[in-house]
Each structure stands twice: as C-alpha cells, then as structure tokens.
Nanobody, 115 residues
C-alpha cells in the first residue's frame, strides 16, 4: 500500500506564497506520475498540476504562471510552489500518485488565502 503524506498548508494573505510537499512511500517513486488536486467547499475536486515520471508538467489555466510543480526522486517527494496566491485558491489540496491502473491519494492539506 502506497502512502502519500502532504504538508505545508496553512493560512496566507493574498499575494503570498506557500510550498506544499508530498512524501511518498511508493517504490520506485520515479515511475509514478504525480499530481496535485484541490477541492474547495461545495465544489468538485479539480486538477491543479501534474508531473509525469519523465518530468513533463501540466497546469490548470487558473494557476499557470503562479504555481510550479516539481519532484525530487531521490527524496520520493513532489512539491507545489504556489506564488501570488488568491482567495479563490482556498481549498484542501490533495497529492495523487498514479501508475498503471493504481491510483493513490493523500489525506489533504488545507490552504486558506485570506486577509
């Protein structure tokens, strides 16, 4: 069973930055496609950013130019650097790991953007 543990969420003012981390027990981690999703209250979960095992990245239009996803295969960790945060970025952020037909989720970390 793969475990994904997110950290780095919290309360930040508009325009601020946060970096989320997701530590994975997946082996070998380098073969997993990884992603960050978010779910705001009353809304469906949506893809924020993803990174393939080969390092290709994809972003939701709403975060392009502000968020950056990256991975460190030596540390089994994927990151989401979030800059220029807006109140509409407020949500629970979930880490996702995918390989073949297997799909894993973390428990989520709350990000609140408010003054």
């Amino acid at each position: 069973q793969v475990q994904l543990v997110e950290s780095g969420g919290g309360l930040v003012q508009p325009g601020g930055s946060l970096r989320l981390s997701c530590a994975a027990s997946a082996t070998p981690f380098r073969l997993y496609d990884m992603g960050w999703y978010r779910q705001a209250t009353g809304k469906q979960r949506e893809l924020v950013a993803s990174i393939t095992s080969g390092g290709n990245t994809n972003y939701a239009d709403s975060v392009k130019g502000r968020f950056t996803i990256s991975r460190d295969n030596a540390k089994n960790t994927v990151y989401l650097q979030m800059n220029s945060l807006k109140p509409e970025d407020t949500a629970v952020y979930y880490c996702n790991g995918f390989i073949a037909t297997l799909n894993y989720w973390g428990q989520g970390t709350q990000v609140t953007v408010s003054s």
